[in-house]
């Protein structure tokens, strides 16, 4: 299977920072990627797919890229209601694996 | 608006049986694939299953190979997961998804969640 090496597992940041969280793919996926929020005790919500096509009513301030097998979430200007878990998943094949997750906390 | 609503979680003990089921309304059902996902409490994220609009397709993680079955009612707008021989390792919040069919979107909505406690 193609493993997914998410990172940072964990980070602090303030409010208005922008945030870089990268996705290392163990062979070529093409662009079947996608990221997802998850917040304590809720559902994840999805954010982006296709590397870097924002979801419908995803705010702007996300964005995601792709070079080669890495891929790239940045929020682009942190706010308070980000501060959350987010996992990548890639999906070329079955079964999609996700990443470990990285936390994003207030610092 | 979309809703996708699980239920049938609960405490089952190892070797045993459940059944979850996913209720969904807002959309029209029997166009989209759906995914099952799971996540130990406080872990990360795993697929377990998919199925296609019409149910002929299933693909399932080779954990639960044999062990899970997921079906569709197009009729009753429900998606379902059938679990069998279930071993510790399954203790997890199971999570329902949907899948836009021909489109490049993995999944767009998902579902709250139902918790599935596997413990003697």
């Known amino acids: 299977d193609i493993q997914m090496t998410q990172s940072p597992s964990s980070l602090s940041a303030s409010v208005g920072d922008r945030v870089t969280i990268t996705c290392r793919a163990s062979r070529d996926i093409s662009n079947y990627l996608a990221w997802f929020q998850q917040k304590p005790g809720k559902a994840p919500k999805s954010l982006i797919y296709a590397a870097s096509s924002l979801q419908s009513g995803v705010p702007s301030r996300f964005s995601g890229s792709r070079s080669g097998t890495d891929f790239t979430l940045t929020i682009g200007s942190l706010q308070p209601e980000d501060f959350a878990t987010y996992y990548c998943?890639?999906?070329?094949?079955?079964?999609?694996?996700f990443g470990g997750g990285t936390k994003v906390e207030i610092k | 608006e979309v809703q996708l609503v699980e239920s049938g979680g609960g405490l089952v003990q190892p070797g045993g049986s459940l059944r979850l089921s996913c209720a969904a309304s807002?959309?029209?059902?029997?166009?989209?694939?759906m995914h099952w996902v799971r996540q130990v409490p406080g872990k990360g994220l795993v697929w377990v299953s998919r199925i296609n609009s019409d149910g002929s397709t299933t693909t399932y993680v080779d954990s639960v190979k044999g062990r899970f079955t997921i079906s569709r009612d197009n009729a009753k707008n429900t998606l379902s997961l059938q679990m069998n021989s279930l071993r510790a390792e399954d203790t997890a919040i199971y999570y329902c998804?949907?899948?836009?069919?021909?489109?490049?979107?993995?999944?767009?909505?998902w579902g709250q969640g139902t918790l599935v406690t596997v413990s003697s």
């Open positions: 998804a949907r899948a836009p069919v021909g489109t490049l979107v993995f999944v767009d909505y």
């Open positions: 807002g959309f029209t059902f029997s166009d989209y694939w």
């Open positions: 998943l890639r999906y070329n094949s079955f079964p999609p694996t």
